[in-house]
């Protein structure tokens, strides 16, 4: 049975919003909506309004899958 890979999460803080997060996790701001692709039941239909302490899976971008 193969190891499932571990999921990463993180809390909203103050003042965060997805393209910062995305900068933090992968680099890069333009890859926001893999990460609200991956919360549309937490965040809603704004991807604009995320709230602090909403906790947000990020999604791994490894290609090894």
Do not use: C, M
Request: hydrophobic fraction near 30%; charge should be positive; charged fraction near 30%.
């Amino acid at each position: 049975k193969p190891e499932e890979p571990q999921k990463t999460y993180y809390t909203v803080k103050w003042g965060d919003w997805l393209v910062k997060i995305s900068k933090r996790f992968y680099g890069e701001w333009e890859k926001w909506p893999i990460i609200y692709d991956a919360n549309r039941e937490t965040i809603g239909w704004n991807p604009h309004l995320i709230y602090p302490g909403q906790v947000l899976l990020i999604p791994n971008l490894d290609k090894e899958k």
